[in-house]
């Protein structure tokens, strides 16, 4: 906003219920029609200027309006703070007729509009309609209180006349809409204040898939650092826990090389790990993935998050006590003392149970 120009804005829940509403509920910060209802209005309170005769100008309204529904802003200002027929106004049934006998005919059917009132105190009523499913909502209301005007800079024989001052007030509002985007620029670029909208643009800006999930205000301004990591193992776990909600364990061919002098065994690492230096191994549970198509999709997302000319091969672990190819103790094996077992009626052998041995019948 311009600094020549003074608005007071009404926007959030602790104002809105100093006024007096009928079908009229909060939805949040906001106000909606009641559920079920088709007409609702509410009474705001009176707003004071401080100036005695003062000319109000421009009220624009923030919300939704859909095809079928309307909003309509009635007003009326005086130098006396108190005002008998409004006080005693009741709400219910009935009342946007009172309302229309208490103002007359509304001042605007539109969220942009020009006020024609003059006196220190305002009386704002805002009517809701619906004919649909849709309703109409108000985020909030913006009255101009003081500022510079186009005619200003006019000689003075243009300040008397009253459809100079309307009819430049058109050009004035576009030209004051015009400087508010541009100062809010900076807000909407920023990760920690821009909209959600803008921020699923802003992610995309910085390569960063919105559906990836997570947090977008909290990543993306660590996401240059993330570029800096992302093809390390550290990186790719990264990428993989953000996908999954998963911490993976990854095992690299430098960390089992089977032509190592100080491997153990190079023919088992051979059939576990093969000899491609550029394959590494990405280890997750077997619950992971609820279904193939999920899991497709996981990988097929990291080809793009893994160095060229690399491959990935995923394994998954599922829990077991008998020893298999890829058995890691502490991940999905454990060792544990020997615990006598009965066999009955209520007992239940798994798929991952071994009965028996050589010394055993």
């Not at 009342?95 to 006998?101: A, S, V």
């Not at 793009?304 to 077991?320: G, H, K, N, Q």
């Not at 094996?333 to 009965?355: L, W």
Request: net charge negative; glycine share 8%.
């Amino acid at each position: 906003m311009s600094e020549t120009q003074a608005y007071l804005t009404l926007r959030c829940r602790e104002q809105w219920e100093r006024g007096r509403r009928w079908n009229i509920r909060r939805q949040g910060d906001a106000l909606t029609l009641e559920p079920g209802s088709f007409a609702g209005l509410i009474c705001l309170a009176p707003v004071d200027s401080r100036e005695a005769g003062f000319q109000w100008s421009r009220l624009r309204l923030r919300g939704e309006v859909p095809r079928d529904g309307s909003i309509r802003v009635y007003a009326r200002a005086s130098d006396q703070a108190d005002w008998p027929e409004w006080e005693r106004l009741e709400m219910g049934a009935g009342l946007p007729g009172r309302i229309r006998d208490l103002f007359g005919a509304p001042a605007a059917v539109d969220l942009d509009l020009w006020l024609t009132c003059a006196g220190r105190y305002l009386w704002l009523a805002v009517e809701m309609t619906a004919g649909g499913a849709d309703r109409p909502r108000l985020d909030g209301l913006s009255l101009r209180l003081a500022g510079d005007h186009m005619v200003d800079y006019l000689p003075a024989i243009y300040r008397e006349q009253d459809f100079t001052y309307r009819y430049l007030s058109i050009f004035n509002s576009m030209f004051q809409d015009m400087e508010a985007a541009i100062d809010e620029l900076p807000r909407l670029l920023d990760a920690a204040s821009a909209p959600p909208e803008m921020l699923n643009f802003l992610a995309k800006w910085l390569c960063v898939d919105p559906e990836e999930g997570g947090d977008l205000r909290r990543r993306l301004p660590q996401v240059l650092e993330e570029y800096q990591s992302m093809y390390t193992p550290e990186g790719i776990a990264r990428s993989t826990e953000r996908l999954t909600g998963r911490r993976p364990w990854i095992v690299e061919h430098f960390a089992v090389d089977p032509n190592d002098p100080d491997c153990q065994n190079p023919g088992l690492y051979r059939r576990l790990y093969g000899e491609d230096p550029y394959r590494f191994f990405l280890l997750l549970p077997q619950d992971t993935f609820s279904d193939q198509r999920e899991l497709e999709r996981f990988l097929s997302r990291m080809r793009e998050l893994i160095p060229a000319e690399t491959t990935l091969e995923l394994v998954l672990l599922r829990p077991c006590v008998q020893l298999d190819w890829h058995t890691y103790l502490g991940i999905n094996s454990q060792i544990g003392s020997y615990v006598q077992a009965a066999i009955d009626e209520r007992m239940t052998i798994h798929y991952n149970t071994t009965i028996g041995g050589a010394d055993h019948e």
